[in-house]
């Protein structure tokens, strides 16, 4: 079943085309990344297809429903994370967490924010305010944040920049396991082209605001003759 289907779309800022022509498709139980330069255009078509910024051009569905028509419905089952998203700093993590629970309506909100702390083991730092966390234990938290009401598409914008080897492994564990077993499916994007490899299903490589080479790692190595991701990444990269 087809979760996301973006077509067409466009974004530009003043004299800058951010965004040109680009469609995407993620389905249940679905990692698919976005990569590219910095610049290339990837946040902003996050933003897009998050209802953060309106599209120039071009229709994004979700659930079989239009976002413009549907937005409340579609986003209620939508979440996002990315470490340039700013949490109230003076709120103990607790305090965040169950704001969000009752923001986003939870049935059981308590429950559902303790169990989330136990999955990102977060019981040390519940009582710190946010502004006391370091940058990696606040991703823990967004993504926390993320997950509270089950989304069935979970966006994340660089979801482990800021995270040290075995936080980010674990993490990588945690939500591969999620993406199996819930059948949610997400949209990355990532630097880290190892993490790209092990997580995701297919890979859209974008250059300039268009999506210039897709498919699943193995198949774009096989097209480029590249032996890793890596390797692909900087032969599309580079022209
Ligand atoms: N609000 C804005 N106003 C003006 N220009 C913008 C704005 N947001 C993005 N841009 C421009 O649009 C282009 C795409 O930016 P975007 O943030 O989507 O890149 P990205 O692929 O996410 O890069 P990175 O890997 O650095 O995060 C860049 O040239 C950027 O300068
Ligand atoms: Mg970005």
Do not use: W
């Amino acid at each position: 079943m087809v979760i996301l289907e973006a077509e067409h779309l466009a974004k530009r800022f003043g004299p800058v085309t951010a965004v040109h022509d680009l469609s995407l498709t993620v389905a249940e139980g679905e990692v698919v990344a976005l990569l590219g330069l910095n610049g290339a255009g990837k946040s902003t078509t996050l933003h897009m297809l998050l209802g953060l910024i309106t599209p120039d051009a071009g229709s994004i569905r979700m659930f079989g429903m239009d976002l413009a028509r549907h937005r409340t419905e579609v986003l209620s089952k939508v979440n996002f994370a990315a470490s340039y998203v700013d949490l109230p700093g003076a709120l103990l993590v607790t305090e965040v967490l169950d704001a969000f629970a009752r923001l986003y309506g939870l049935r059981r909100p308590k429950a559902r924010v303790a169990e989330l702390i136990e999955l990102f083991e977060l019981e040390p730092l519940a009582r710190r305010p946010m502004m006391a966390l370091s940058s990696g234990q606040r991703t823990r938290v967004q993504l926390a944040k993320a997950l509270l009401n089950a989304p069935r598409l979970l966006v994340l914008d660089e979801p482990t920049a800021n995270l040290d080897p075995d936080a980010g492994d674990r993490i990588r564990g945690l939500l591969g396991d999620l993406a199996r077993t819930n059948g949610s499916a997400m949209l990355i994007t990532s630097h880290n082209m190892r993490e790209v490899e092990r997580m995701c299903d297919r890979i859209h490589f974008m250059s300039g605001g268009r999506i210039v080479a897709a498919g699943s790692a193995a198949e774009l190595a096989g097209a480029y003759g590249a032996a890793d991701l890596e390797e692909v990444f900087l032969k599309v990269a580079r022209g």
